[in-house]
């Protein structure tokens, strides 16, 4: 695959479902993934302990020790890991508590492979801190109904254009490129505003809110605070 992460990285995957674990578990050998697959929370923990991985898939509902368990486990160990769930859980306050206990990106079940595929990258080069040309280059994002043009701070609606600052479109820039995923309150201040204080704080909640009012014209679209924890862009099917 062309946006593959480039090396062999190596995943823990936690799911109790035999047939759904051992079809993930070959679909992403093929895609150049080294996979260890465990059946149930004490087994991913066991193997957590003993090993070094790029990223872990933990399903939410297994036997012994559930996801958000196991999760909470990994992070008091190595606070920074990578971790994605996967699960059917998709109610928004289960999405909610799932980026608490520390997730990178939450997946809904029933699983299509190659997004599957596509949010582990994407993890693994936001976690690797590496980004491709392409998408240092990539400048228009498609948002709902809106199309946005960062390079040229211009938010379309229809006929309508609306001209964004540059610390707006910087932030929506950041919302774009995570879209259904978490973004970290302390990385968008550190990235935007260099500090984490209180003004700072008070002056994103403020830009927060100017994109919500933007964007409020298409009703499938919103910015979810994760309270504590970051943001998420949710678009028309993310929703829930």
């Not at 087994?43 to 559930?66: H, K, Q, S, T």
């Not at 996801?67 to 109610?91: Q, W």
Request: glycine share 4%.
């Amino acid at each position: 695959m062309e946006d593959q992460f480039p090396a062999r990285a190596k995943i823990l995957l936690a799911e109790d479902d035999q047939t759904l674990g051992f079809l993930l578990k070959e679909y992403l050998s093929t895609q150049n993934f080294s996979v260890d697959w465990a059946e149930d929370g004490v087994a991913a923990l066991r193997l957590f302990n003993a090993n070094e991985y790029d990223l872990c898939i933990l399903d939410v509902m297994m036997p012994a020790l559930d996801g958000f368990t196991v999760a909470e486990l990994f992070r008091n160990r190595k606070p920074d890991h990578p971790i994605i769930f996967l699960t059917a859980k998709s109610m928004h306050k289960d999405v909610e508590k799932g980026f608490k206990a520390g997730a990178d990106d939450y997946i809904k079940k029933p699983v299509d492979e190659e997004e599957l595929v596509a949010r582990i990258n994407a993890v693994l080069k936001r976690s690797s801190g590496s980004r491709s040309i392409s998408e240092q280059s990539f400048s228009v994002f498609q948002i709902g109904k809106y199309i946005f043009d960062s390079n040229r701070f211009l938010l379309k609606y229809k006929d309508e254009e609306k001209e964004l600052t540059e610390m707006e479109s910087s932030l929506l820039k950041l919302l774009c490129e995570k879209k259904g995923s978490l973004v970290q309150r302390e990385y968008v201040l550190q990235k935007m505003w260099g500090k984490n204080d209180f003004n700072s704080r008070k002056s994103m909640d403020v830009f927060i809110s100017r994109l919500r009012k933007y964007l409020s014209k298409d009703e499938n679209i919103t910015i979810v605070n994760v309270h504590g924890s970051g943001f998420v862009l949710e678009v028309g099917k993310d929703r829930k």
